[in-house]
């Protein structure tokens, strides 16, 4: 039976109901029930992804179909039973008629209590389109719930599921208690004690303990010393936060809601900061990430999909960023000897940074001490040594048919790729002093200004190793061309994608599907499914931006190659389109199967019924 315990019960719904994940340059008005302490914020644009996936000829129904079909395929039942309702297709249908509003924004909120932590609580917020239903559907699915009564509204409290679900004409609030000591401590248990909180006696006034956000005590329907009084009260700050208790008092996360992208991620460490266990943590640790947010949204557009996050830093890691700024070296991926880039990583990272980091944390000391005893090596020497400069390039990627070893008449599938790294080294001095180390020369063997592998196996990788760089690739002809600068096919079109960053990488999904479909030739289902992945996607880029104005930006794109259809409905369809293939061939498989099962059973039935004739009587002979 279905039974509707929470509003994050409904959010699983919703998801499903649109595929899931509405955009305007104002705040979507249920953000004002999130409290300026929470953790993690998550916004999904419903509204926004429902007309994406309209817009690409996909139905509503035709998604609670294949989420059907899922449901029969792991039970394995008739995926094409029209007479089969799953319990995710009746889940669909009472969410439908709930009263939730799955075409506006779906926040949900994770509030951490570092002081007591059984006053953590997940927290899911939605709007209504009647509220008059949504009462009736909850108490219809959760008869067993105790009903009550904040100052302006209504509220029905689960007891076993630590739940409580608050509601006014417009909008609907969850808050579920977490137990995060007794889930570290279990291994997954997340709920409070049902006998009562720790730290929480009758008469207290309920404050968040936090923050001290709520100042007035709260008069609720419940007895003051229950569990009930408690997230009731918790129910009743949410509902009336001022604009200063709200998260959106955070420009970043207000950045981010007003982006409208599909999918929204805010999150604020600070409030763990003030976890004892941070508090030991030596050094200015607070200072240097303290004041700190991040967040992260997930949006699909005409033809690709973009992930991008912004790191909002403090000045103190601002600072120390903008004095070792540093842009990859797009020449580094110009030299390399071939153009059928399979993917690469170009990094420009100046190692001096940990040493800055290490200094505000005051363990500089400690470290150099501890590598110098271990390894020999300095802390300063590690941090001067290399330049920052690191690139990794793998290129013409291919699966083979050799003939086997073991074999000739028989072939078997090699992997083929030729691949390289370097990096560049800045001092010299520090360097050699680094390969000259007790624990680090016995590994080389030295020659002039160049090193060598003491042992190296050829067959694997070769090396070169000198006072100017670092390099290692798949095979000595690649490298000496690389080494040489005069051999490179690297154009325009791969560093203009990453150039004046301070990462960027590539990723060539194409030429990856087109060699892995070489091997399921003998495979119908696969074959297709690969050929269609092929048609389908192109490459992913990354791309992370040189700090400004205290925030770091970086950005994934995954690349389609029909870039007139937007790309969750072109995702949506090859999903569909695989899942039924598979399930066709599944279904043919089973058939087959049960063919064979039944003959098998015929023939021994078959068998069993033969009667054996005994053998003619023997002749008597008399003499």
Avoid at 36 to 61: E, W
Avoid at 246 to 259: I, M, P
Avoid at 381 to 390: I, P, R, T, V, W
Avoid at 482 to 505: P, R, W
Wanted: glycine share 4%; aromatic share 10%.
């Amino acid at each position: 039976m279905f039974m509707v315990t929470s509003i994050h019960r409904f959010s699983a719904v919703a998801l499903l109901a649109v595929t899931l994940l509405t955009s305007c340059a104002k705040l979507p008005r249920q953000s004002k029930y999130i409290p300026a302490n929470a953790v993690f914020v998550m916004d999904i644009n419903t509204r926004q992804i429902s007309n994406k996936l309209v817009s690409g000829g996909l139905s509503f129904d035709k998604l609670v179909s294949a989420s059907e079909k899922a449901t029969a395929a792991s039970r394995g039942e008739d995926t094409n039973d029209s007479s089969r309702e799953t319990s995710t297709a009746k889940a669909v249908k009472q969410a439908q008629k709930s009263g939730i509003d799955l075409t506006d924004h779906f926040f949900a909120a994770y509030v951490q209590d570092t002081i007591d932590n059984t006053k953590s609580y997940v927290s899911m917020i939605a709007s209504l389109t009647d509220s008059s239903k949504f009462s009736s559907f909850l108490k219809a699915t959760s008869p067993d719930a105790v009903s009550g009564k904040g100052s302006d509204f209504s509220y029905l409290y689960l007891p076993e599921e630590h739940t409580i679900i608050g509601w006014n004409a417009d909008n609907a609030v969850s808050v579920t208690g977490i137990n995060v000591s007794r889930m570290a401590a279990m291994g997954g248990a997340l709920y409070p004690p049902l006998s009562g909180i720790s730290g929480y006696n009758a008469g207290d006034t309920i404050t968040d303990s936090a923050q001290a956000v709520l100042s007035d005590t709260t008069t609720v329907t419940p007895p003051p010393d229950t569990l009930e009084h408690f997230w009731a009260g918790r129910l009743e700050y949410l509902f009336h936060l001022k604009e200063s208790e709200r998260a959106t008092s955070y420009a970043s996360l207000k950045s981010a809601l007003k982006q409208g992208t599909d999918l929204s991620i805010w999150i604020n460490p600070t409030t763990l900061y003030k976890d004892e266990y941070i508090l030991k943590l030596p050094g200015d640790f607070r200072k240097l990430f303290s004041d700190s947010y991040y967040t992260a949204s997930l949006n699909f557009e005409d033809g690709k999909v973009v992930a991008a996050s912004s790191a909002y830093i403090n000045p103190t890691l601002d600072s120390i960023l903008k004095k070792y700024n540093t842009n990859i070296d797009p020449d580094m991926l110009k030299n390399y000897p071939s153009n059928n880039i399979t993917s690469f990583l170009l990094y420009g990272f100046d190692p001096r940074i940990i040493g800055d980091v290490l200094n505000a944390l005051k363990v500089n000391d400690l470290v150099d001490t501890g590598m110098q005893s271990m390894l020999g090596i300095s802390l300063s020497d590690a941090l001067n040594a290399f330049n920052g400069q690191f690139v990794a390039v793998a290129s013409d990627y291919a699966i083979v048919k050799k003939p086997a070893p073991w074999d000739s008449t028989e072939q078997f599938n090699e992997t083929q790729v030729k691949w390289l790294f370097s990096a560049k080294v800045k001092d010299k001095a520090a360097f050699q002093r680094i390969m000259d180390s007790k624990n680090v020369s016995m590994f080389f063997t030295k020659d002039g200004d160049h090193y060598t592998f003491a042992i190296q196996n050829s067959k694997t990788f070769v090396a070169d190793i000198n006072l100017e760089h670092v390099s290692f690739a798949s095979d000595a002809q690649l490298l000496a061309q690389y080494s040489a600068g005069k051999s490179g096919k690297v154009g325009d079109t791969f560093t203009n994608l990453v150039k004046g960053n301070t990462i960027g990488a590539y990723v060539n999904l194409n030429q990856l599907l087109g060699a892995v479909g070489t091997t399921t030739e003998n495979d119908t289902t696969a074959l297709a499914i690969t050929k269609n992945a092929k048609d389908l996607f192109q490459d992913v880029v990354l791309d992370q931006y040189p700090v400004k104005d205290k925030v770091v930006k970086s950005a994934w794109v995954l690349n389609l190659k029909d870039k007139s259809k937007n790309s969750l409905a072109s995702l949506v369809s090859f999903s569909l389109d695989a899942y039924q293939r598979i399930s066709d061939a599944n279904a043919k498989a089973r058939a087959q199967w049960d063919v064979q099962q039944a003959s098998d059973t015929s023939a021994a039935a078959l068998d069993s019924a033969v009667m054996i004739s005994p053998p003619p009587p023997m002749k008597k002979y008399h003499k």
